[in-house]
T-cell receptor
Framework: DAKTTQPNSMESNEEEPVHLPCNHSTISGTDYIHWYRQLPSQGPEYVIHGLTSNVNNRMASLAIAEDRKSSTLILHRATLRDAAVYYCILSSNTGKLIFGQGTTLQVKP | DAGVIQSPRHEVTEMGQEVTLRCKPISGHDYLFWYRQTMMRGLELLIYFNNNVPIDDSGMPEDRFSAKMPNASFSTLKIQPSEPRDSAVYFC?????????????FGPGTRLLVL
């Protein structure tokens, strides 16, 4: 399975946008880019996923580079409840999710 | 739907005892996954099932661990005998397909402490 690289931690101010980067230079043509997040003392939860085109949902936006070697999760207005570990994961047709260490997002009031 | 249900939520046991963790997947989901999370190793996939059949158990640490899925609505992860290094949070997840783009839904986890 192809691997991803994320910063260990990031900080944001409440109500400001947050851009969480992810590098996946060895991505293959069939790999989907998934983002999950894990709030304290909870199981991971799905945020968004995409293949080639940018994606939007009620939680976030996913911007995918044209060469697909990197992507960015965008939280448009961070709230205190968005403080979590964010995982960027590549999923091939095996469907297995291999979690890395993720990015710990701190949101300051 | 109530989501993925796991029990117990917390378990404290002594080394050498048998531990059984339980999971009820979301109705209609035919894939079930067991994960383990520790500070040192992060979130690891242990095993997953499709239509109650184990497909990939390459993540199961050793013979002390076993997992079963007797029917579509129930799975167990058993540790016998348990050791202190098994202390972790164990998550169960389910999904409806395994095609690269299907969402996995996670349960709240079971926090296991082996003394």
């Amino acid at each position: 399975d192809a691997k991803t690289t994320q910063p260990n931690s990031m900080e944001s101010n409440e109500e400001e946008p947050v851009h969480l980067p992810c590098n996946h230079s060895t991505i293959s043509g069939t790999d989907y880019i998934h983002w999950y997040r894990q709030l304290p003392s909870q199981g991971p939860e799905y945020v968004i996923h995409g293949l080639t085109s940018n994606v939007n949902n009620r939680m976030a936006s996913l911007a995918i580079a044209e060469d697909r070697k990197s992507s960015t999760l965008i939280l448009h207005r961070a709230t205190l409840r968005d403080a979590a570990v964010y995982y960027c994961i590549l999923s091939s047709n095996t469907g297995k999710l291999i979690f890395g260490q993720g990015t710990t997002l701190q949101v300051k009031p | 739907d109530a989501g993925v249900i796991q029990s117990p939520r917390h378990e404290v046991t002594e080394m050498g005892q048998e531990v059984t963790l339980r999971c009820k997947p979301i109705s209609g989901h035919d894939y079930l996954f067991w994960y383990r999370q520790t500070m040192m190793r992060g979130l690891e996939l242990l095993i997953y099932f499709n239509n109650n059949v184990p497909i990939d158990d390459s993540g199961m640490p050793e013979d002390r661990f076993s997992a079963k899925m007797p029917n579509a609505s129930f799975s167990t992860l058993k540790i016998q005998p348990s050791e202190p290094r098994d202390s972790a949070v164990y998550f169960c997840a389910s999904s409806s397909r395994l095609a690269g783009q299907e969402t996995q839904y996670f349960g709240p986890g079971t926090r296991l402490l082996v003394l």
